[in-house]
């Protein structure tokens, strides 16, 4: 995923507001945490972001939609070589609904990330001002999504429709 993503937590909030512009704006896939499983504890390691994970034990769990049709055009071919990669390693991309065989463990995730995937990709749009919404940190909005139609050039007018 680092491939076709990068680092979401490279770039300070405060310059990735800076550098946002809404006419020109490509959106990141979606991309939802989903939590942490605290019965799955990994070893300790020195990786980045081990201070973190001291902090939250457990097995973080995330989702990210990699379907071509809802990919922006800068993510697009990337999603493309996802699907591409998975199939030669014998992989399938398979509708949840009917197909699948899950463990009980492995059930409630998916059903969890398909259902926030699937809200991120229906709620694009603020229904206060009609502008395209961001993802942004927890502490910023109370759902996670922020209307930032109106971040021009000019942070002063940092505020939620």
């Known amino acids: 995923m680092k491939d076709y993503i990068g680092n979401p937590f490279s770039t300070p909030e405060d310059e990735r507001l800076k550098n946002y512009h809404s006419k020109t704006h490509q959106p990141e896939p979606t991309l939802v945490y989903l939590g942490v499983d605290e019965a799955s504890v990994p070893p300790p390691s020195d990786a980045p972001g081990h201070e973190i994970a001291a902090k939250y034990p457990g097995e973080a769990y995330f989702s990210i939609d990699v379907t071509p049709e809802n990919q922006s055009a800068m993510y697009k ?35 969890m990330a398909r259902s926030f995937t699937d809200w991120n990709l229906r709620n694009v749009y603020c229904p206060a001002c009609g502008r395209r919404t961001s993802m942004v940190p927890v502490e910023m909005s109370v759902d996670g999504s922020f209307c930032m139609g109106w971040v021009e050039e000019d942070l002063s007018s940092f505020r939620s429709c």
């Open 77 to 111: 071919k990337g999603a493309e070589e996802i699907l591409e990669k998975a199939k030669a390693k014998g992989l399938d991309f398979l509708t949840v609904r009917i197909g699948v065989s899950l463990s009980d463990e492995e059930a409630p995730i998916v059903a």
